[in-house]
Nanobody, 114 residues
Framework: QVQLVESGGDLVQAGGSLRLSCAAS????????MAWYRQAPGKQREWVAQ???????SYADSVEGRFTISRYNAGTTVYLLMNSLKPEDTAVYYC????????WGQGTQVTVSS
């Protein structure tokens, strides 16, 4: 019983900001690292950021300095604040348990126009 619900995606102009939210329930553990991924059309899913249960974040080079991951509600709610968005950030964004990414949600579409 796993449920991952991403929200917050939108169409935004380059340089704009978005805040994505992820509500995790079921077997997703607040004691594991949670992560954000993205997948652009025709490309493989890419790891974007993660946050350990202890509150230590890490980021892909492509987003470091622009994106911020955070956790709330005992670690089952995960956010991704995206600033200075670029067209190359356009993708479907997913959240998941970094340790056991067994089931994926529908994701949320982020489209950045130039």
């Amino acid at each position: 019983q796993v449920q991952l619900v991403e929200s917050g995606g939108d169409l935004v102009q380059a340089g704009g900001s978005l805040r994505l939210s992820c509500a995790a329930s079921g077997s997703i553990s607040s004691r594991h690292s949670m992560a954000w991924y993205r997948q652009a059309p025709g490309k493989q899913r890419e790891w974007v950021a993660q946050m350990t249960s202890g509150g230590f974040p890490s980021y892909a080079d492509s987003v470091e300095g622009r994106f911020t991951i955070s956790r709330y509600n005992a670690g089952t709610t995960v956010y991704l604040l995206m600033n200075s968005l670029k067209p190359e950030d356009t993708a479907v964004y997913y959240c998941n348990d970094y340790t056991f990414p067994l089931v994926w949600g529908q994701g949320t579409q982020v489209t950045v126009s130039s």
